[in-house]
């Protein structure tokens, strides 16, 4: 499927890691005449879809990317499953891994890892039901409600989680279950794409996306890169993977579909 449907593939808590110290980062700040060369960094991206060993990569990669680019340090992207990536950054095995959402009310007390101080983007999720049908939003306990996979516990009532965005959007044209969410990035143009005129979307909630570190690392060294590189940087590369843009409220047939959700067709 496309590129952009798997990016957000998150929260899923793995067991509880030993937290290791994060790769020494840091120049010397007792010299201000000190050149030694900042260490690179490890960073740990996991597969979002994409097929890196056959070119084909996520644009999300690029942010990483983009930010050595920009601040002049050396970075080693490195591609593991979802799992084993957060693992290593919770580890201090690398420096951090990106992305991961995280709810904006919610903290890294008791869990293995650190979110970083700073959030660098936002993601759209949108609610997706029939059309003509209404959810009672304050009570969506009382429905059935899927979302992709590795995601569910972002909710706070039961979700089921599905393989693929388009079997969910199936199920909820063919009334199987009564609604879907997940990131407009993802599920947008998988729905364009089937051309399911049944289906309307609304806006459930925005997202912070951050990167993952390890405890020991926080507001240290690498967290502060993470905080300046996001400051710094052409935030116009995060609207070619179509995240920390604002929600457009169009529905299937009225004509108003943003280009870039066409263009992923």
């Known amino acids: 499927m496309k590129l952009l449907l798997t990016f957000l593939v998150s929260f899923v808590f793995c067991t509880a890691f030993a937290d290791a110290p994060a ?8 010299d201000s ?4 060369p900042l260490s690179p960094l490890h960073v740990s991206i996991p597969f979002m879809g994409d097929m890196p060993g056959n070119d084909i990569e996520h644009p999300l990669v690029n942010v990483i990317r983009q930010w050595g680019h920009e ?16 693992m290593m950054a919770a580890t201090g ?9 995280k709810d904006h009310d919610a903290t890294d007390a008791g869990l293995p ?12 999720f949108v609610l997706y039901t029939r059309r003509g049908e209404t959810l009672d939003l304050d009570n969506l306990h009382n429905y059935r409600m899927a979302t992709f996979g590795g995601h569910g516990k972002l909710f706070p009532f039961p979700t089921s989680e599905d393989n693929t965005i388009e079997s969910s959007l199936r199920k909820l044209d063919s009334g199987r279950i009564d609604g879907f969410i997940f990131a407009d990035s993802g599920a947008d143009p998988v729905l364009f794409e089937l051309g399911l005129m049944g289906i309307q979307r609304q806006l459930y909630k925005v997202y912070d996306v951050h990167a993952v570190i390890s405890h020991r690392a926080k507001k240290g060294p690498i967290d502060q890169f993470i905080t300046e590189a996001t ?10 993977a179509q995240v920390d843009q604002p929600y ?7 004509g ?6 066409q263009s992923e067709k």
Not at 248 to 254: S, T, V, Y
């Open 23 to 30: 790769a020494d980062e840091s120049a010397s700040n007792n």
């Open 71 to 86: 601040t002049g340090r050396e970075i080693t992207i490195e591609r593991f499953p979802f799992k084993r990536s957060l």
């Open 231 to 240: 400051k710094n940087m052409d935030r116009n590369i995060l609207g070619l």
């Open 256 to 261: 108003s579909v943003p280009a870039l959700v």
């Open 93 to 101: 095995e690398v420096d951090f891994h990106f992305p991961m959402i």
């Open 33 to 36: 005449a000190d050149t030694t």
């Open 248 to 254: 457009h409220d169009w529905q299937m047939g009225d």
């Open 113 to 124: 890892f650190g979110y970083s101080e700073t959030t660098i983007f936002t993601v759209n």
